[in-house]
């Protein structure tokens, strides 16, 4: 009655109810109303779950969840322990507001059990954690449950071993993270291609050798598909420490090895170092300063590039076509004038250019709209006798879909097949968005499904 006249703004009435209450003798406080609302909400019959979603929607908005607990007393706390749908909803809420060690006691004190939910509920509890920032509660949750876990059967998945690992290696426990993935192998929970990652730095921080060749082999032998970061990783954290132990002197083809490593890293203060030590060794080749210029070309370091051609120069090397190609391409992106001026060095030179040249060339044209410099470009490729590749056709494709080019898009794939090559899913893509650009939606239809039956085609051989 009080909160009824209260919200309908007559206070007069509800002072009398507030003052008949403390009259009767019953002294108010939030606790005791609340368990008094709950009893009552009890005896007419409300549902338990409904009652546990009113009461943590109504401390949430208050921003006292923290008062929760007391109030989850008798038949309240037994219904949580009892009913995996209510236990989870708590126990989500004590996490999201860094209750976790009143949720770790209902974890403990739980009597259902439903594997496959509880896998489920062990994920949301560590990801929850990390989305939410509080990074010291993953470690919190995982360290206070892992004895739950394991007399439960229960095993968390690859994602939350992975973020309870990160979590580690971000506190500087890497013994810990080395501990947990000891727990991951002894529950044969596969690593994904981010973990393993991961592991390759935490074994070659940690020194620990035999861990380093073991996951190597096992990988090789699983037949994961290497990228490119997962290929670095391993060149960059076990070339350097075998070479040492092995007492081996790198050559030219190692030291070259290494620069590109870095490079790919953006560790650019170890590729300037490693350079210093290669002219001092006498490793450096031309491949060296190709490497080098590729890796500042990569990030657009303008400055550092054209240091490094002209000390290409210096040491006696002349710029190769690679050197011309990544300046090329690196000052093409925004820098026409000096696009230019290495565009007639390159030609003045006696490089001759390739595929990748002429490639370059047809992309940033294509991209300034300059079709004119497009179709030169081309006339070049067929009279030097190269004549387009599938990179090239792709290329051109683009350009003319910016262009608004479409009949000359299309007359390009019949050219393909015509020279023997064949389209690939980035050839119809980009005729599609040439076709689309200029409202051709009948040909988007037509070409889009002939492009998911030469798929279909393709998984059938």
Same mark, same amino acid.
């Given at each position: #009655? ?38 009552? #909400? ?8 409904? %009652?546990?979603? =009113?009461? /943590?929607? @109504? ?19 037994? $219904?949580?322990?009892?009913?995996? =749908?209510?236990?989870? *909803?708590?126990?989500?809420? &004590?996490?999201? $507001? ?5 949720? %770790?006691?209902? /974890? ?12 489920? /509920?062990?994920?949301? /509890? ?18 206070? =449950? ?61 020194? #620990? ?11 090789? +032998? ?11 990783? $391993? ?17 030219? *083809? ?40 590729? =890796? ?58 390739? $595929? ?34 599938? &990179? ?9 879909? %910016? ?9 390009? %794939?019949?050219?393909? +097949? ?7 899913? *980035? ?6 968005? @040439? ?27």
């Amino acid at each position: #009655m009080v909160e009824g006249w209260g919200r309908a703004g007559n206070y007069k009435e509800a002072k009398w109810y507030y003052e008949e209450l403390k009259r009767l003798g019953f002294k108010p406080n939030s606790s005791n109303l609340v368990l008094r609302t709950l009893d009552d #909400m009890l005896k007419v019959g409300c549902q338990y779950s409904s %009652i546990l979603g =009113t009461l /943590l929607k @109504a401390y949430e908005r208050a921003g006292r969840v923290c008062k929760v607990p007391a109030l989850m007393k008798d038949s309240s706390y037994q $219904h949580v322990l009892v009913n995996q =749908t209510s236990c989870s *909803i708590l126990v989500m809420a &004590y996490v999201k $507001h860094s209750l976790v060690d009143d949720a %770790i006691k209902i /974890l403990g004190d739980k009597k259902w059990i439903v594997p496959i939910f509880e896998d489920n /509920l062990y994920h949301l /509890l560590i990801c929850s954690c990390k989305e939410l920032g509080h990074f010291e509660n993953v470690v919190k949750v995982y360290t206070q =449950t892992i004895n739950i876990l394991k007399s439960s059967g229960v095993a968390l998945d690859v994602i939350a071993f992975s973020i309870v690992v990160r979590m580690y290696v971000k506190a500087g426990s890497l013994r810990d993270a080395c501990s947990v993935l000891k727990t991951m192998e002894q529950q044969a929970v596969a690593p994904d291609i981010y973990l393993l990652r991961d592991m390759l730095r935490i074994y070659q921080q940690c020194d #620990m050798t035999d861990n380093l060749k073991d996951l190597y082999y096992k990988v090789l +032998r699983n037949g994961v598909v290497w990228d490119q970061e997962l290929y670095n990783c $391993h060149k960059l954290l076990c070339l350097c420490s075998a070479n040492a132990s092995a007492c081996f002197t790198p050559n030219t *083809i190692t030291f070259n090895v290494m620069l590109d490593v870095y490079g790919k890293s953006k560790l650019f203060k170890k590729v300037k170092d490693l350079l210093l030590m290669g002219k001092e060794q006498g490793w450096i080749d031309v491949i060296s300063y190709n490497t080098v210029i590729a =890796t500042y070309s990569r990030v657009k370091d303008f400055q550092n590039m054209t240091t490094y051609v002209r000390n290409m120069e210096f040491d006696g090397f002349s710029v190769s076509f690679e050197a011309y190609n990544c300046m090329l391409d690196a000052y093409g992106k925004g820098q026409m004038k000096k696009f230019r001026s290495v565009l007639q060095r390159t030609k003045e030179s006696s490089c001759a250019s390739d $595929h990748y040249t002429y490639n370059i060339m047809i992309n940033i044209y294509g991209n300034q709209g300059w079709i004119d410099e497009v179709a030169d470009v081309l006339t070049e490729l067929r009279e030097c006798g190269l004549g387009p590749d599938l &990179y090239s056709y792709n290329t051109l494709i683009k350009a003319y879909e %910016i262009d608004g080019m479409v009949e000359e898009a299309v007359d390009l %794939i019949r050219e393909m +097949r015509a020279n023997g090559i064949e389209p690939d899913r *980035i050839t119809y893509r980009n005729l599609i968005k @040439a076709l689309q650009r200029n409202d051709k939606y009948f040909e988007v239809v037509k070409w889009s499904l002939w492009m998911k039956q030469m798929e279909l085609e393709i998984k059938q051989k």
